[in-house]
C-alpha cells in the first residue's frame, strides 16, 4: 500500500572530528566500509534510500553503492555545513515515500528488526525514536566539576533510525528554517511542532562510532554476530 512506503535518509556528511583524522564513513568495518553497513540495514527495510553525502565522497559513494545491489532504488544528494541542513537536502529528494527514516551513518550495527519495529510505531501516530532507558549515574559537570546528580528515572539514551510521516518532518523542518541552533536530533523539531514522538526499544550494540575504540568494538560484535549466526541449527 503506498500509505505504508519507507523511504530511508542515511545521513553521512559529516566531520569526523574526533576519529584521529579517519573520515569515519570510510573506516573499514568486516571488510566494508561503515557506509555500506548502515546503508545494508536501512535497504533491508525500506523501499528506497538516499545517501546524504560531502560533494568530495560522491563518485566514491555511487560506487560502493552500485557494488552492494541493493535492490531498491537508491540515489545520492550532497549534503550541508550542519546536520539539519544535510537532512533537508535529503527529505527534498524522496519521491513518492509517505514515510521516512533518518539514520546516522555512524550507526553501522542498526538492524532491519530495529527500523521495522520503529516504523510500526511512527505509523501509529506519525513519528517514533528508538532509545534506550539511561542505566549510568548522571552528573552535571561544568569545568571538570560536578555541579549536580540527576534524576536518571526519566531519561533515555536516543538513537537513530528516527521514522516520521513525511509530512509530519517536512512540516517541522520548515516551521524551523532560519533558526541558529543547531539540531542533533530530528525529533527535537517534530517535538515542538507536532508534540507527539513514540519511543521504541532500541539495541544496545547500536551505538555511533564516533572513537577508534568505538570501531574496534563494533568489529568484535559483528564477529560476535557472525558466528552466532553461522551456530544457529539450519
Given at each position: 500500500m503506498e500509505e505504508q512506503t519507507l523511504a530511508a535518509i542515511v545521513v553521512a556528511a559529516g566531520s569526523s572530528r574526533r576519529m584521529d583524522g579517519i573520515d569515519k564513513i570510510w573506516a573499514p568495518l568486516?571488510?566494508?566500509p561503515i557506509l555500506a553497513h548502515s546503508c545494508l540495514s536501512m535497504a533491508q527495510a525500506a523501499s528506497e534510500l538516499i545517501v546524504v553525502i560531502k560533494q568530495a565522497d560522491e563518485v566514491r559513494a555511487v560506487q560502493m553503492l552500485e557494488g552492494l545491489h541493493l535492490g531498491i532504488p537508491w540515489r545520492i544528494t550532497r549534503g550541508g555545513a550542519r546536520r539539519q541542513d544535510s537532512v533537508r537536502s535529503g527529505?527534498?529528494?524522496?519521491?513518492?515515500?509517505?514515510?521516512?527514516?533518518?539514520?546516522?551513518?555512524a550507526r553501522p550495527l542498526a538492524t532491519p528488526a530495529?527500523?521495522?519495529?520503529?516504523?510500526?510505531?511512527?505509523?501509529?501516530?506519525?513519528?517514533?525514536?528508538?532509545?534506550?532507558?539511561?542505566s549510568d549515574t548522571v552528573?552535571?559537570?561544568?569545568?571538570?566539576?560536578?555541579?549536580?546528580?540527576?534524576?536518571?528515572?526519566?531519561l533515555w539514551a536516543v538513537q537513530t533510525p528516527?521514522?516520521?510521516?513525511?509530512?509530519v518532518i517536512r512540516r517541522a523542518y520548515r516551521q524551523a528554517e532560519g533558526a541558529d541552533e543547531l539540531v542533533t536530533d530530528d525529533a527535537m523539531l517534530v517535538e515542538r511542532t507536532e508534540g507527539s514522538v513514540a519511543v521504541v526499544q532500541g539495541e544496545l550494540w547500536n551505538f555511533k562510532v564516533t572513537t577508534p575504540g568505538d570501531l574496534e568494538m563494533a568489529e568484535a560484535l559483528l564477529s560476535i554476530r557472525h558466528h552466532t549466526a553461522m551456530a544457529r541449527p539450519a
Open positions: 568486516a571488510g566494508r527529505l527534498a529528494s524522496i519521491r513518492s515515500s509517505r514515510f521516512v527514516a533518518i539514520h546516522d551513518a530495529l527500523l521495522d519495529r520503529t516504523f510500526v510505531a511512527a505509523r501509529a501516530c506519525g513519528a517514533a525514536i528508538p532509545a534506550l532507558m539511561v552528573k552535571r559537570v561544568v569545568q571538570e566539576q560536578v555541579i549536580e546528580s540527576v534524576d536518571r528515572s526519566n528516527q521514522v516520521f510521516s513525511v509530512n
